[in-house]
């Protein structure tokens, strides 16, 4: 089963700053990982799928990369409603199953 | 709009069934393409994968659930549904509903709190 890693657990920055979420595999997968944003009492909400596709109304400063065992999520510049979780997520065809990351904690400096 | 809306009990005794439904308004729950997730939340271990159910009614189910666990979908109501059987304290959780195509959720429902308590 592979296992997904994110790092840091949390992560500390300020409003205009750049941030950097990591989420290693613990092997290498195809192009269908996803990042997730939660808000304290919300459900997920869908930021990139296939490593580097945005979802619908998900705003240009996020975006996705990586290959192999290493994928990235990028906020260019944090706006104050970026400050939550974020999550990755791997959906692989064979045997059919989806896995989470331990998620990581965006929060204001 | 694709609306889903979890309900039933918010509490379950131990060695008890849950049973959950889903209320899907804004899609069909056997339109071609879509698949229908449940995944659940504890404080401990996270967002975990539950299983799925497709269009034409094949399910998957985490490998670690899937002895006890029963995902249907009932097109006439448009609801989907959830069955976990003898359940434990360790099964206390929020439990979402949520709808993909061909790529990870992209609509979930608001999320109910289950606890299994006696």
């Known amino acids: 089963e592979i296992v997904l890693t994110q790092s840091p657990a949390t992560l500390s920055s300020s409003p205009g700053e750049r941030a950097t979420l990591s989420c290693r595999a613990s092997?290498?997968?195809?192009?269908?990982l996803a990042w997730y944003q939660q808000k304290p009492g919300q459900a997920p909400r869908l930021l990139i799928y296939d490593t580097s596709n945005r979802a619908t109304a998900v705003p240009a400063r996020f975006s996705g990369s990586g290959s192999g065992t290493d994928f990235t999520l990028t906020i260019s510049s944090l706006e104050p409603e970026d400050f939550a979780v974020y999550y990755c997520q791997l959906r692989y065809n064979w045997p059919p199953r989806v896995t989470f990351g331990q998620g990581t904690r965006l929060e204001i400096k | 709009q694709v609306q889903l809306q979890e309900s039933g009990p918010g509490l379950v005794k131990p060695s008890e069934t849950l049973s959950l439904t889903c209320t899907i308004s804004g899609a069909s729950v056997n339109s071609p393409g879509y698949y229908w997730s449940w995944i659940r939340q504890t404080p401990g271990k996270g967002l975990e994968w539950i299983g799925y159910i497709y269009y034409n009614g094949n399910t998957n189910y985490s490998p670690s659930l899937k002895s006890r666990v029963t995902i249907s979908a009932d097109p006439s109501k448009n609801q989907l549904s959830l069955k976990l059987i003898s359940v434990t304290a360790a099964d206390t959780a929020v439990y979402y509903c949520a709808r993909g195509k061909g790529g990870p959720e992209d609509f979930w429902g608001q999320g109910t709190l289950v606890t299994v308590s006696s």
């Open positions: 092997q290498i997968i195809t192009s269908f």
